[in-house]
Every structure is written in structure tokens, then in C-alpha cells.
């Protein structure tokens, strides 16, 4: 199974010039903790977290409005291509020690965002339907 079968599709973004205090309400509005800021062209450059807002503006004592998200985004950015395996995604997240990797097409424009999360709902349900499947065939069960 691939990320690019299992991934959310839908991404939440941050320009890199917008304020903090935008993409922060952003957040809130959507009832996320991650943005991927995007360049003009769709590819991701960098992630903002609600702990860099929290660490490094609210901790640091920068004003929100002010601060721009390319001031505390975090740039060292790995992304992940849609046809990589999930089990390739879960060494990548946990060498990075993150639980979030953008996913990105073969021209490298962001196309959804995997998570730790997605993985592991999926794996379960892939083993319950196993589970149901060795329940029907042990003999004796009609």
C-alpha cells in the first residue's frame, strides 16, 4: 500500500509572508496543528506547527502580528513521494521523529499530507478485515 492511497488530501496552508497570527487562527478555524507553507508554485518549503507558534513566538515573546511565518517555520522539510510504501513513510517519521510528512506528486507539488495517524487507522482496519476472513474459514464456523 502506497501513501498516496491513504493520505488526506486535503492540506491546510500558510503563505510564508502571512503574519503568525493569521496562520494561527487558520489553525483554530480548521482544528489543525500543521500548515504547509507553499510556494507560488504548489511545492511545500516548509511546515508550521502550533508548537513553533508556541516555542517560538508565544516562548520567545514575538509579537504574532508581526512575525511572519517564514521567520519560525521549520525549513528542513521532508516530504514524501505518493507512490512510496507506507512502511518506507513510518522509517522516514520515525528517523525525522515526526508524525506528519507532507506527500508530493512526481513534480514535487504537495498533494496531501500523511500522518502516523492515517497509518495506524489503516492498519487496523486492514487486520480486522484479516481477522474476519481466518474467523470464516476455521472449520466448523458456517
Do not use: F, W
Not at 510564508?16 to 510556494?39: C, D, F, I, K
Not at 517560538?56 to 505518493?82: A, H
Request: glycine content about 8%.
Amino acid at each position: 500500500m502506497t501513501v498516496g492511497k491513504i493520505c488526506q488530501r486535503n492540506v491546510d496552508t500558510a503563505d510564508a509572508l502571512e503574519s503568525v497570527q493569521t496562520a494561527a487562527q487558520r489553525m483554530g478555524t480548521r482544528n489543525v496543528g500543521t500548515l504547509v507553507v507553499m510556494n507560488a508554485v504548489g511545492r511545500p518549503t516548509g511546515i508550521l506547527t502550533d508548537r513553533d507558534v508556541a516555542v517560538r513566538v508565544v516562548g520567545r515573546g514575538r509579537d504574532p502580528y508581526t512575525t511572519s511565518v517564514s521567520d519560525v517555520m521549520t525549513v528542513e522539510l521532508e516530504t514524501v513521494p505518493d507512490e512510496l510504501s507506507i512502511e518506507d513513510a513510518l522509517r522516514r517519521m520515525r528517523s525525522r521523529e515526526v508524525r506528519r510528512l507532507p506527500v508530493v506528486d512526481h513534480e514535487g507539488h504537495c498533494v496531501g499530507m500523511i500522518s502516523l495517524d492515517d497509518i495506524l487507522t489503516h492498519l487496523v482496519q486492514e487486520y480486522s478485515v484479516l481477522g474476519r476472513l481466518l474467523e470464516a474459514s476455521r472449520p466448523g464456523v458456517e
